[in-house]
């Protein structure tokens, strides 16, 4: 009876204690700085529509023959509304190409959603299946890979760029596989 | 300067915290009273440190200082004077540092509200509060400096603030949720204050009681608008998504609502002590863990603030400390905590139990639809996400359980009830909301659903057993009137809640299930129908404001010929960032909106519009702002506020104490 006591007395204890091992090590982890196996290989080969141009098949032959970055978004995505400001603000001032991957979307939605808030894109992918989502290892969005010229990924990184991110994270990368800001 | 004597004075209150968390512990526990009466005045001198401070950042906005860091990313010289001031809570460093301010103003308010209390409690809940103000303002010190310079590069002018946040509703509702969830450190000083002195009696409760309402009603009416504005503002007609950061803020009000249901049954019949007190230790934990998922960066959301693991340790390990030392504490004096256990199985008692019971289970699955992403990290290395499809069904669940328990829970007297006679008469009340709700919807719907009908009729039966209470409750009296006015405040309160409960639930059914979305084209001057109605696309126009360009189209709604409203929906284009923004236009209406947004332009001047209409969706929001007025009633008390005027000269203080 009274080691039935003690152990509901400090059960709450040992609970909190389990939970905060976790929230430690899922920091250490930074989910967003995830690896993926892609990295040092070509973006998988696609065939889909573009988003704002249905009737365009838009293949590998048409990613940009320079460093770009791609991102993965949706209008499902709640984070996206977060990071689309960010986008736009650096498609206007950076000289870099951004391709988005619309992904597990309705067409109507994508097309709204960028005539609402925008369009940082030179394009959109639909990836209306998700199979390029899968092809790219994607977990959720939004999720921007670094590709170089010969459309090779070079890095990956999980969740909202923001001003913070981009700085510190996405320009000192995008440096090291040699872009240059002119 | 100025932002030099904001860090300053942020210093200040660093090491007024230290003293304030500090000496009055030990004045309690050496019964040393010049120790426990220097409480009050760091906690006053604490809430005058951090507004001088505050007051230094809002300056350095209002002045368009770029200089300052956090003033240059946030804010623009184009930025009208209101969204300046408000700009400061707009991210993490200023939010942070108004989470701070609002603290120490409960501070302040305990310390000038609870004269009542004994010295030594007193000491000890505004030591505790000390002490959690040690934490945070050390976290906005040591990582999230909000007067941090750039120097020498000074920008020219600022990057302008997100334009989603330019916005009333956006103004209002992190002040709001701060004073929930922060309010709720009150309850939590209370538990550890009182597992110090080992022994909660009834009083405990009683003290802890109308300051756990307090938080509540703000947290509720901080939730409600931050659903609003996703409504209006994000114009897609949403209110609720799930979203881990609504989530975290959702779950200290369920359990703060949980909290002040056991409270009831510790005040007035001192049971579940130990229940309780874990409850307060819980809810304001859950408030810490909110702002750990809000500003670590471990969960992504559109809420997310910038993100840096330091600051996550950071938050973590204090986390760790506060949290960590109160289970400690408890599992210490659990044995201490003696209830009475002097109830039988048909007792408001027991009905206390199921709704405790219920909501911790639907906070156990808002907790685990939320945090399991990072267990399944943890545990088997898998990425997953989850959304509606998981918490929709099984929070439904819970929720129509607890529901159906209100009628019962509420007409119960403590101690001892008899079932037979309550339940024939509630299942009469069952049985007429549900025809009640079948004849509505045959006469207002056009299809009849499972789900619609079993929460409304539900909704209806609360609706009809508040009611049915009132009026019984009244029966003896000479008239209505006189009996409704016998009746006291707290449960006029209980009532009143319980009614907002109903009002909400049937907002969300009746939205979720009738809601009508409909996309069309439209060219200047056509008529296009939609359902009943007719919209007239009347003109197109240019406006030019302060800080965007606006570009307006006016639509003339009119319904079986007459006319009915003219709404005009527009694109804004902000100057400095360049973003492109949709304002929806909405007719607001007691039984349901009538809301219209620009899609896309279209050749020929046309236009894609999406027209929606969103039956009952204000209900949503009017039956929180009820609840939040049942809260209201019941610290309007006449017991509390008896206590408060007795109890202002220091001479009865002493005799209070005394008895």
Not at chain 2, 30 to 35: C, K, M, N, P
Not at chain 2, 51 to 67: H, M, P, R
Not at chain 2, 433 to 458: E, G, R
Not at chain 2, 597 to 602: G, K, N
Request: with cysteine; glycine share 6%.
């Amino acid at each position: 009876m009274k080691a039935k006591k003690i152990l509901i007395a400090i059960l709450p204890l040992v609970v909190f204690a389990i939970l905060v091992m976790v929230f430690k090590s899922s920091l250490n982890k930074d989910p967003r700085e995830l690896e993926t196996k892609l990295v040092g290989s070509p973006v998988p080969s696609f065939k889909l529509a573009s988003v704002t141009n249905p009737e365009v098949i838009l293949t590998n032959d048409d990613l940009p023959k320079e460093i770009f970055l791609l991102n993965v978004w949706g209008t499902w995505c709640v984070s996206c509304y977060a990071e689309h400001p960010y986008l736009m603000k650096f498609a206007k001032e950076v000289p870099i190409k951004w391709v988005g991957m619309n992904y597990k979307d309705a067409p109507k939605d994508a097309i709204n959603y960028l005539n609402k808030y925008g369009d940082p894109f030179v394009y959109s992918i639909s990836d209306v299946s998700g199979q390029m989502g899968i092809d790219l290892g994607v977990y959720g969005a939004p999720e921007t890979f670094i590709v170089d010229a010969n459309g090779m990924i070079r890095d990956r990184h999980v969740g909202v760029i923001d001003e913070r991110v981009w700085n510190s994270v996405i320009i000192p990368k995008l440096k090291a596989i040699g872009w240059e800001q002119n | 300067m100025i932002p030099e004597l904001g860090h300053f004075f942020l210093i200040l209150a660093l090491i007024n915290a230290i003293v304030l968390g500090s000496l009055p512990f030990y004045g309690a526990h050496t019964q040393h009273s010049g120790l426990m009466r220097l409480a009050s005045k760091a906690s006053i001198g604490q809430f005058v440190l951090l507004l001088a401070s505050y007051i230094c950042l809002t300056l350095a906005f209002v002045q368009d200082d770029f200089s300052v860091a956090y003033v240059a990313n946030h804010s623009n010289t184009l930025l009208p004077l209101r969204y300046k001031i408000t700009a400061v809570w707009g991210s993490h460093e200023g939010s942070l540092l108004l989470w701070i301010l609002i603290l120490s103003g409960w501070m302040a308010a305990v310390a000038i509200f609870s004269k009542a209390l004994t010295a030594v409690m007193r000491a000890r809940v505004l030591a505790t509060l000390g002490f959690l103000s040690i934490g945070f303002v050390s976290f906005a010190l040591f990582t999230s400096n909000p007067f941090e310079r750039v120097l020498p590069f000074i920008p020219i002018d600022g990057a302008d603030l997100n334009p989603l946040l330019q916005d009333f509703g956006m103004i209002v509702h992190p002040p709001m949720l701060y004073m929930g969830f922060v309010g709720f450190a009150v309850v939590f000083a209370f538990a550890i204050a009182g597992l110090l002195q080992g022994d909660l009696d009834q009083k405990w409760a009683k003290w802890a009681r109308p300051w756990t309402t307090v938080a509540w009603i703000f947290l509720t009416i901080g939730i409600a608008l931050g659903s609003w504005w996703a409504y209006y503002e994000l114009g897609w007609g949403g209110w609720w998504f799930w979203d881990p950061v609504e989530n975290a803020s959702f779950m200290p009000w369920i359990a703060g609502t949980a909290l002040l249901h056991s409270l009831a049954a510790t005040e007035k019949r001192g049971a579940y002590k130990s229940w309780t007190v874990l409850l307060a230790i819980l809810t304001f934990s859950l408030s810490l863990l909110g702002t750990f998922l809000v500003r670590s960066g471990v969960l992504t959301s559109v809420h997310a603030f910038a993100t840096d693991p330091e600051r996550g340790l950071f938050i973590l390990t204090f986390l760790g400390f506060a949290v960590g030392g109160a289970l400690t504490l408890y599992a210490w004096q659990f044995d201490k905590l003696k209830s009475n256990n002097n109830y039988t199985l048909f007792s408001k008692e027991i009905a206390i139990v199921l709704n405790n019971i219920l909501l911790f289970s639907s906070l156990l699955v808002v907790f685990l639809g939320t945090l399991y992403p990072l267990l399944a990290d943890y545990l088997w290395e898998k990425k997953v996400s989850i959304g509606p499809p998981f918490f929709d069904p099984y929070f439904s669940f819970f929720f129509a359980l607890i529901l159906f328990l209100i009628p019962f829970g509420q007409q119960m007297n403590w101690k001892q009830d008899k079932l037979k006679p309550l339940l024939l008469k509630q299942f009469i009340l069952l049985a007429v909301a549900v025809i009640l709700t079948l004849a509505l919807i045959a006469l207002f719907a056009d299809k009849i659903l499972l789900w619609p009908v079993v929460a409304i009729s539900l909704a209806l039966w609360l609706i009809l057993s508040c009611i049915n209470y009132l009026v019984n409750q009244s029966s003896n009296a000479q008239s209505l009137f006189a009996g409704l006015k016998k009746i006291s405040r707290s449960y006029w309160g209980m009532i009143v809640a319980h009614i907002g409960v109903a009002i909400t639930v049937i907002g969300v059914i009746i939205t979720s299930f009738y809601s009508i979305e409909k996309d069309i084209r439209i060219e200047p001057q056509q008529i296009v129908k939609v359902e009943n109605l007719s919209i007239k696309f009347e003109k197109f126009d240019n406006f030019t404001f302060e800080n965007y360009i606006s570009s307006q189209a006016t639509l003339k709604v009119s319904k079986n010929g007459r006319h009915l409203t003219t709404l005009k929906p527009e694109k804004r284009r902000y100057r400095v960032s360049g973003q492109l923004m949709t304002e929806a236009a909405i007719e607001p209406g007691f039984f349901g909106d009538l809301y219209i947004s620009l899609a896309q332009p279209l050749d020929k001047g046309a236009w894609a519009i999406k027209v929606y209409y969103k039956p009952f969706v204000r209900w949503i929001w009017l039956g929180a702002l009820i609840m939040a007025l049942g809260g209201l009633l019941a610290v309007s008390d006449k017991r509390y506020r008896a206590r408060r005027f007795k109890k202002v000269s220091p001479k009865k203080e002493s005799i209070i104490n005394e008895s």
